[in-house]
């Protein structure tokens, strides 16, 4: 929302006020300020000047040679390449030492042989954005009216003598998107009063009823329309005032009518809207929903396809407008427009909100009508545009309005005692006090029995229950002025619990392991929500989603971190090491809302060494996954614990992927993510691992114990196996394990041989065994006998044979 000052001031006085501190003022009750934009620049020597010749230039087509009045004895020659300029003109001359916005110096100059003492200029070469420039001058140097007065600062004549606020709003303070709603906000704030905008016309004796009907067919989500009647209105530009609001708001100025409406959303925080009579070849307004697959032309000039759920305004037969989003092209007032109805209406927010979205298009009415508008003054404003058309307009409102109304203004009643108050906010604010904030923010407020009955006026939709007035009054009185203590209760430090101080490590852990935090959204396709979940259930779907590709909350966290190291490879970031924490989303509970499991994943792919000056790479692999994984439960103190077991997963290389086991129980898998996939993501090999952080760290470790460096020497025995192919590593370690005893204490895989010499469905592993014991050296025999027991273990139970 821009709000400008010079503006504002027609409501609440602030000329007095320092701007920048007022900006404070107002930030620190609880509207941001986000910038304070001097529309000026400070810029000096820029006047109203006059045409009074303009030649075309003899060296140059484009440019010509003009004699500019600027108020001074002698006029001054400025040559100009605009393609509008012509003779009689009242511009914008920015004189030699003028310093316009860009740091750009007008200096006298030479342009192909000829003087130019100055520049005529365009709206958008004094910082004004060209968006908001009328249509006629956004080509070309901008034309002042008539009567402009020769010589005197031009800045004041488009309204660049102002400052505008720009608020960074709330959702909930949809109040402030109006000049009213700024201008209480900035009363109680300095504690001025409020000058609303008087209005009063005459109208003929002709009524509006005489022109115009309304039925509404859909009374739930239009519970008033009202449309007042204005004859012979004559289209032409706005006053030079209400251009200069309208584009100090961001606004295009068009004509008189649309400016006025226009002014009024600004004015009143209510869109309206303006029908050309005679382009509704009708005498009634009938608002209903649509048909299904109805269509409509808006006045974008794009055909919009409607639902059943979409409310439109009719005349009776098609749609001439979408109801507080956009007006249709068929009704659109245009030059030759000669009778205007005015249409003022409470549209349902939640009706507007789901067109809006449906259809992309947003506008400054759906955002008011989205969140809110007053519905005490729907009618007022209204009546204030058919008085600024009678006006500026020239036209002739017809006595009367033609409504119907059946919407309820019955103001929330809330009531609170000033002791509920204080304790919440912790200080003591006196009621006193407390009934002068709320009458300084012209909040309805009397006292019975001690305590507070507030009636929150309408305006203010976000005023609903106690705990808001409480907001009120802590915001006025001063967020800063709320004292600082302990809480009475407190007789511990404050501390992490041992899940979070868990999941610190595993962080800390991952991160020192080479990986990067990742943080992605909670919603993605339907398609992707359940691939590599470890545990799937019923499907949670938002039922307005941003979009198809954010509809549904993901069971996997998994699919999000390979959409991150497809947008990274794509931007030649070949290298991705990514984790993320947190949670997935499964089933319902019995309150209907989704069972929430905190999960950790990873995604990796690309070099996990590359040490240049040494010449030594590595890439991921199976085997860098597994270890970070292995390392992990380890740094947990679970590392006894787990196992793993070949497996095979949807979206996973069927002979590169494994169950994580924690005593027997799977907890989550770790593999290479399948060709295919990594084809459809354009990935080169990738590896991915997901765990049940949840259940992981609510596992409880074992005491660590430490044992002493052994003094006594080990020794080490060496075999190589010749076993099935279909046999595993996990399955020989294991064997080994438990045959070699007390006295075995290291078991290291160090080879692994397929080819010559070794049959097709066999393969050669060799292990290195470590055999010491802690209080005395062992004999050859001890060591021979333990090892037979390994070898005899192995042959009975894996059916390996030694290899020769």
Not at 752 to 764: F, I, M, R, T
Request: a negative charge.
């Amino acid at each position: 929302m821009l709000v400008s000052t010079k503006w504002l001031n027609d409501y609440v006085k602030i000329d007095d006020q320092d701007v920048f501190e007022l900006a404070e003022r107002i930030t620190r009750s609880g509207i941001e300020v986000d910038a304070v934009l001097v529309r000026g620049h400070d810029m000096q020597n820029v006047v109203v000047g006059e045409v009074m010749e303009c030649e075309k230039h003899p060296e140059a087509d484009r440019l010509n040679i003009c004699q500019v009045n600027v108020g001074g004895e002698e006029l001054q020659q400025i040559i100009c390449g605009a393609p509008n300029v012509a003779k009689g003109q009242k511009v914008i001359a920015a004189l030699p030492g003028a310093v316009l916005p860009g740091n750009f110096k007008i200096k006298k100059a030479k342009l192909r042989g000829e003087a130019s003492h100055g520049m005529i200029c365009s709206l958008q070469e004094l910082g004004v954005e060209g968006k908001v420039v009328a249509k006629e001058f956004a080509e070309g140097i901008y034309v002042l009216p008539e009567d402009a007065k020769v010589g005197d600062s031009a800045l004041d004549y488009i309204g660049l003598d102002d400052v505008v606020y720009e608020f960074d709003l709330t959702p909930n303070r949809s109040d402030a998107l109006s000049m009213l709603g700024v201008a209480f906000e900035v009363g109680a704030i300095l504690d001025r009063p409020i000058q609303m905008p008087a209005v009063q016309y005459d109208p003929i004796s002709e009524r509006a009823s005489d022109y115009i009907s309304v039925q509404i067919d859909a009374k739930e989500q239009n519970p008033l329309y009202a449309a007042k009647v204005v004859k012979n209105v004559k289209i032409g530009p706005s006053p030079m005032w209400m251009q200069n609001v309208l584009m100090s708001a961001g606004i295009r100025p068009h004509n008189n009518v649309v400016d006025i409406t226009n002014f009024v959303l600004l004015e009143f925080g209510q869109p309206l809207h303006a029908f050309d009579y005679d382009k509704l070849n009708s005498k009634e307004i009938v608002v209903r929903l649509a048909e299904e697959g109805e269509k409509m032309t808006t006045l974008d000039e794009q055909e919009r396809e409607l639902t059943a759920s979409d409310l439109v305004i009719t005349n009776g037969k098609e749609p001439v407008a979408l109801a507080g989003v956009m007006g249709g092209g068929n009704s659109e007032v245009t030059e030759n427009t000669t009778t205007v109805v005015i249409e003022a209406a409470y549209f349902d927010p939640a009706t507007v909100r789901r067109t809006s979205r449906r259809l992309g298009l947003r506008s400054d009415s759906s955002a008011r009508f989205e969140k809110g508008v007053d519905p005490n003054r729907v009618l007022l404003a209204g009546e204030r545009a058919a008085q600024l058309m009678a006006q500026y307009a020239g036209g002739e409102v017809c006595e009367g309005t033609v409504s119907i109304d059946e919407l309820d203004r019955t103001p929330k009643r809330i009531i609170l005692s000033p002791d509920d108050v204080n304790n919440r906010l912790g200080m003591k604010i006196s009621l006193t006090e407390m009934l002068s904030i709320l009458g300084r923010l012209n909040i309805p407020t009397t006292v019975e029995n001690g305590k507070m009955i507030i009636d929150a006026p309408t305006r203010r939709v976000d005023l609903a229950i106690p705990e808001d007035i409480v907001e009120e009054i802590a915001r006025m009185s001063g967020y800063d002025n709320i004292p600082k203590t302990l809480p009475v209760t407190a007789t511990t430090p404050g501390k992490l619990t041992n899940y979070q101080a868990k999941r610190r490590i595993v962080r800390r852990y991952l991160e020192g392991a080479g990986l990067y935090q990742a943080i992605t959204y909670s919603l993605t396709s339907e398609a992707k929500s359940q691939r590599y979940a470890i545990e799937e259930d019923t499907l949670t779907k938002l039922m307005m989603p941003m979009s198809e590709e954010h509809s549904t909350l993901r069971q996997s966290l998994v699919p999000s971190l390979l959409d991150v190291a497809t947008y990274n490879v794509a931007r030649r970031n070949e290298t991705v090491l990514m984790y993320e924490t947190g949670s997935v989303y499964l089933g319902k509970q019995e309150d209907g809302l989704p069972r929430e499991v905190e999960r950790v994943a990873a995604v990796m792919t690309g070099d996990w060494l590359n040490h240049m000056w040494q010449g030594e790479t590595k890439k991921v692999d199976f085997f860098v996954a597994k270890g970070v994984v292995e390392g992990l439960f380890a740094e947990l103190g679970l590392a006894q614990r787990v196992r793993y077991e070949a497996a095979s997963i949807d979206g996973m290389h069927p002979g590169r992927t494994a169950h994580v086991l924690l005593d027997d129980v799977v907890v989550g898998f770790v593999g290479q993510v399948h060709p295919t996939v990594q084809k459809e993501q354009d990935l080169k090999d990738t590896f991915v691992f997901e765990l049940n952080l949840h259940a992981i760290l609510h596992e409880t470790a074992g005491a660590l114990v430490y044992e002493q460096v052994s003094r006594y020497p080990s020794i080490s025995r060496d075999i190589a196996l010749v076993v099935k192919r279909d046999t595993t590593v996990a399955t020989l370690q294991e064997i080994i394990q438990e045959a070699g005893g007390k006295l075995l204490k290291h078991v290291r895989l160090f080879d692994l041989y397929e080819g010559d010499n070794v049959a097709a469905d066999e393969k050669s592993v060799a292990f290195s065994l470590t055999y010491f014991d802690s209080t005395r050296t062992l004999t050859d025999e001890e060591v021979v006998q333990a090892h037979d027991k390994v070898l005899k273990a192995l042959t009975e139970k894996a059916n390996a044979t030694l290899r020769a």
